[in-house]
């Protein structure tokens, strides 16, 4: 069975669903204990605020699902203040950069990690709204990567009348607070899926070049 229109649209709500920091005590406190892995982690552990960002992420869309049906650019932007407070753009940028990113300087990287948010929260946030009411998250694991890279946050998204979603965070320290850096759906990988996509692209363009015409759309970001 060709699952791929499953995870292009699992991928927003995956992605912006972890995407805000709030102040972590709070929030971890509001968080439902109905998953064990989560239930036993410390306030303000990777997993608790995937956790309590995933349910208030899908509590806001089912509140908002009128208005944001009527207005899209309400949910671009609700989608895109998600989006930009916790993703490390920057340093997910260079992972899907890989060798076009050795040396590059900071400022096309960061050039090039907001071109392509921009341009993947245009092409598929309208996609948070083919979820359903019933649909919850449920935590599966916390576990330390390899080298001390960070965590992986493993979760499921649970569909009523459906398969669970399988969704892996991946979360690293930066300035004090942990941050996504990489999000998995069903094992497709956010950085791998768009390091293949642009690797052919770097290869004949600058990332400047690349950057602008994802800014401009003649470069669509393709969940494929």
Same mark, same amino acid.
Do not use: C
């Given at each position: 069975?060709n699952?791929?229109?499953?995870?292009?649209?699992?991928?927003p709500?995956?992605?912006?669903?972890?995407? #805000?920091?709030?102040?972590?005590?709070?929030?971890?406190?509001?968080?439902?204990?109905a998953?064990?892995p989560?239930?036993?982690?410390?306030?303000?552990?990777?997993?608790?605020?995937?956790?309590?960002?995933?349910?208030?992420?899908?509590?806001?869309?089912?509140?908002?699902?009128a208005?944001?049906?009527?207005?899209?650019?309400?949910?671009q932007?609700?989608?895109?203040?998600?989006?930009?407070?916790?993703?490390?753009?920057?340093?997910?940028?260079?992972?899907?950069?890989?060798?076009?990113g =050795?040396?590059a300087?900071?400022?096309? #990287?960061?050039?090039?990690?907001?071109?392509l948010?921009?341009?993947?929260? =245009? =092409?598929?946030?309208?996609s948070?709204l083919?979820?359903?009411?019933?649909? =919850?998250?449920?935590?599966?694991?916390?576990?330390?990567?390899?080298?001390g890279?960070?965590v +992986? #946050?493993?979760?499921?998204?649970? +569909?009523?009348?459906?398969?669970?979603?399988?969704?892996?965070?991946?979360?690293?320290q930066?300035?004090?607070?942990?941050?996504?850096?990489?999000?998995s759906?069903?094992?497709?990988?956010?950085?791998?899926?768009?390091?293949?996509?642009?690797?052919?692209?770097?290869?004949?363009?600058?990332?400047?070049? #690349?950057a602008r015409?994802?800014?401009?759309?003649q470069?669509?970001?393709?969940?494929?």
């Amino acid at each position: 069975m060709n699952r791929m229109p499953l995870i292009r649209r699992a991928l927003p709500i995956a992605l912006a669903a972890a995407l #805000v920091l709030p102040a972590a005590s709070a929030l971890a406190q509001q968080a439902r204990p109905a998953a064990a892995p989560a239930a036993t982690a410390q306030a303000g552990s990777p997993s608790q605020l995937v956790l309590a960002n995933t349910e208030r992420v899908l509590k806001t869309l089912e509140s908002r699902r009128a208005e944001f049906t009527r207005d899209r650019a309400a949910l671009q932007t609700f989608v895109t203040s998600e989006f930009n407070t916790m993703f490390d753009r920057d340093y997910a940028a260079r992972q899907v950069l890989g060798r076009h990113g =050795r040396g590059a300087a900071d400022a096309d #990287v960061k050039a090039f990690g907001d071109a392509l948010a921009d341009n993947l929260m =245009r =092409r598929y946030g309208s996609s948070l709204l083919d979820f359903n009411a019933q649909l =919850r998250v449920r935590i599966k694991s916390e576990q330390p990567l390899p080298r001390g890279l960070g965590v +992986r #946050v493993s979760s499921e998204l649970l +569909r009523s009348g459906g398969e669970p979603i399988p969704v892996d965070f991946l979360m690293r320290q930066s300035g004090g607070t942990w941050k996504v850096f990489d999000v998995s759906v069903e094992g497709v990988s956010f950085v791998q899926t768009f390091r293949q996509q642009f690797d052919a692209e770097l290869q004949r363009k600058s990332i400047q070049q #690349v950057a602008r015409e994802l800014r401009s759309g003649q470069i669509q970001a393709a969940a494929e």
